[in-house]
């Protein structure tokens, strides 16, 4: 009987993913401390949190501007824009869901929506592209030929992107948890809360760092610019207040930039 029940539970999935309907599923355990760990071999991933406790996942296409929608979860009835054929696996184990994801077409963009708090792990092959919004929990993302973004994250953070641009906008800090930023022949741009208690060591080569974020330059590593006092273009910096939340940012061909916002502007959003 419990092997049938196994077979009949598979065939009413992939009859789902094969009619494009919202493919929904439920952690097994009744830890709060749940992780997502999601793996794209081809196509690109978009992560929104939200204040449900189960994970829905449809395929799309890759938002035009993602930074300014806003993600609702679809209805369990709701179809999305393309049907999955296969291409994607859910693994639930406890407090861990394991999801991976192999596009038809390396345009086509697998969206999950998750409870806001878990952990993430996502990871991206090929030409495919990550986006995070509204994340409380840890987040670790890697792509290799695709942009990262992440938005309303409250950290810590590990993103590392190899050939595109890094963009990460955080919502507030986890004081005493360190977040590790870096991107390889591509730019890096942080956005954090006006305020925020923060310290940083920078390490670049070929680029130039932009911040209205105080940082502290330690002697004989760095040279400020005539033209802006808040620019500098040393080959190597290291800059560490070690306040609050600390950040270790590596670069390489590539600029960074880091700038604050104020609260009142993520709550318009």
Known sequence: MKHSFIICASFLLWLDLAQGELVTSKFQGSDPQRSVSIRATNGSVVVIGDDRSNVSA????????????????????GRGDLSFNN????????????????????????????????????????????????????????????????????GPVVAHAL???????????????PNYLSSLNGDLSLVLPEGADASFDLEFFNGEVETTVPITLIPGKGKWTSENPKLFEPS??????RGGTHFSIKNHNGNITISDYKLEELNEQ
Do not use: C, H
Not at 99 to 127: C, H
Not at 163 to 177: C, E, I, P, T
């Open 58 to 77: 449809v395929k799309r296409r890759w938002p035009k501007n993602f930074r300014e929608m806003s993600f609702d979860r679809p209805v369990s009835s």
């Open 87 to 154: 291409e994607l696996r859910m693994k639930s184990s406890g407090n861990r869901l394991t999801i991976s994801f192999n596009a038809q077409r390396r345009s086509e963009t697998l969206y999950v929506w998750v409870p806001m708090g878990v952990d993430l792990k996502v990871s991206t092959a090929g030409d495919g592209s990550i986006a995070v919004r509204n994340a409380r929990g840890e987040v670790d993302v890697e792509s290799s030929q695709g942009e990262i973004l992440l938005d309303k994250i409250w």
């Open 163 to 177: 050939n595109r641009d890094l963009w990460v906008k955080f919502a507030a800090l986890v004081a005493g948890r």
């Open 236 to 241: 190597r910096l290291a800059a560490s207040n």
